[in-house]
């Protein structure tokens, strides 16, 4: 292949576009996208303060099976929202929904002012996506991901060539750019889907699970990039069963559960409803003793997990007085965070 990357109707080409398409399902390939270039592209194209993504009682059933059972949420500009739930709670499907790669079977979607699926072609020219498996062609080059990757947004030459070195700049693969996809690194791979996803200028970003599977490292990179994507005024919708990962960057996070809602709102606002503000982990042998016979009167709830006591407490300094004066134990106090609203929000069953 030539430095230039791929031309557009070669044998390479096809075949990309077809690794592409199967990826993403039939919609997201080059052939069915509008033309963005020559399309008027603002961020005040949108009316003003309406969400960037309006989400009504959605509904979506396989076979027997309902996901996703009459969801509604918006997103505002500007807001990185979170979707958390356990596994098979619906989240990937519902992303799949707003960006018209599945038909729902009731309620509606507007996603940049469209309405989905009626118009998601045009809504999706306007969305950045980084899928939960990586879909980067194996065969090309980190360059020639993006040119290949531009082609589908019919992006002239011209600008492929200004925005590319500022993506891997932005990427951390400033230096990578003829380097061969099948060399980089789960972190480089992630961070180059990112970029790959910013290749039309979107208004908005959707990404299932942006950082599964990769190390402490690798996770803060990609949570920088997602930073600066935000203080740009980029919007940002992902998916994670991270509570870490939506505790650092979602300013709003919904929880569902069997395709419902089970709470939806700032992280600290969530927290304050229902957590105590000061958790106080206890381990060791004599931990579910102490648990037994002093801790559970000097919290206000205690939860025994294994040989660790979880004691709740909007003022824990009687706990720790108390443990000060114990053998066998040891402990850990800490603010409450997202794994105890996890653990501790009503209607969400806890299960493998
Ligand atoms: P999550 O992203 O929260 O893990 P998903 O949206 O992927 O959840 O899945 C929700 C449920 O829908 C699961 O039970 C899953 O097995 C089922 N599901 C997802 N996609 C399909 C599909 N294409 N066909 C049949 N069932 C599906």
Known sequence: MSAAGPRRGSALWGAAKQRMAQAWGDHASGAVLPDIARRPHTASADV????????????????????????????????????????GAGKTTTLRCCLGLVDPDGGTIELVGEPVPKAARAARVRVGVVPQMDNLDPDFTVRENLIIYGGYFRLPREQLDQRIPRLLEFAGLAGKAGTSIRTLSGGMKRRLTLARALINDPDMLILDEPTTGLDPQARHLIWDGLRQLLKQGKTILLTTHFMDEAERL????????????????????????????????????????????????????????????????????????????????????????????FINLPGLELRD
């Open 48 to 87: 003003s303060g309406a969400p960037i993504l309006r989400v009504d009682a959605l509904r979506k059933r396989y076979g027997d099976q309902e996901v996703v059972r009459g969801l509604s949420f918006a997103i505002h500009r500007g807001e990185c929202f979170a979707l958390l739930g356990p596994n």
């Open 250 to 341: 979602a300013t709003r996070l919904a929880v569902i559960d069997h395709g419902t809602m089970i709470a939806c709102d700032a992280p600290r606002v969530l927290l304050e409803q229902h957590v105590e503000p000061e958790v106080v982990e206890v381990y060791g042998e004599a931990a579910r003793s102490w648990a037994e016979v002093r801790g559970r009167a000097l919290c206000n709830r205690l939860e025994l997990a294994g040989e660790t006591a979880f004691c709740y407490a909007t003022d824990a300094a009687p706990l720790l007085a108390d443990l000060a004066t114990r053998t066998g134990v040891r402990s850990l106090h800490r603010p409450a965070n997202l794994e105890d609203l």
